[in-house]
């Protein structure tokens, strides 16, 4: 069974390939859902791991429709990762009526070729599953993650096991809060791999007399975060 490990930096990286990991997810920022890594955790992943790795094309949180700016990011993203000799890609794309973006998804696959591709847990929002997983074999993606339409994956298991037995050409990759007991059911039950971070919060200085640096009211799964420009051209003609 491959265990692959969400790993959210380089030490991550570094300690779940001693801990016995047959594969690696990066991406940075998995309170948000993971987005892309920089350039430099890239280098660093690229310098110190030997197992294979497969990189999160995700250029910001929220919702999994892009704009055209956002998906040629993606694109470039991938050419990045197959310059430096990535194992995998880990990426897809929604229409905004939560059905798959199948001709960008297939870009997506296409700038891939050479590496593996995941998709990712986009899947756990689309309308139609069984129709959604029909498409990705169609276009040639070799692993899906899935918590099974619901927070944690033992909380989808229906799903997952119907879509183990529908899945020919893609792998099923159950995802999100699994753990060892939960793990060994898995095996049993006939997947071939899974997929975890093993993350726990380790506290390194005391800010609690700090003003916080979060914004939890720019984090939205139905909106992003994007610039008003009237906000700025006001700033501007004021002090200008």
Known sequence: MIIEVCANSVESAVIAEKA?????????????????????????????????????????????SYSDLEFDVMLSDIDRCAEMGFEGIVSGVLRPDFTLDRARTAALVERAAGMKFTFHRAFDWVVDPFETLAELETIGVDNILSSGQRNRAVEGMPLLKKLLGKAVNSTIIPAAGIRSPFALELKELGFSALHLSGINLYPELDASSKISMMSPGLLSDDSIALTNGEIIEQVIKTVK
């Open 20 to 64: 016995g990991a047959d594969r690696l997810e990066v991406c940075s920022e998995l309170g948000i859902g993971g987005i892309t890594p920089s350039l430099g955790v890239l280098t660093r992943i690229r310098e110190m791991v030997s197992i294979p790795v497969h990189i999160l094309i995700r250029p910001r949180s929220g919702h999994f």
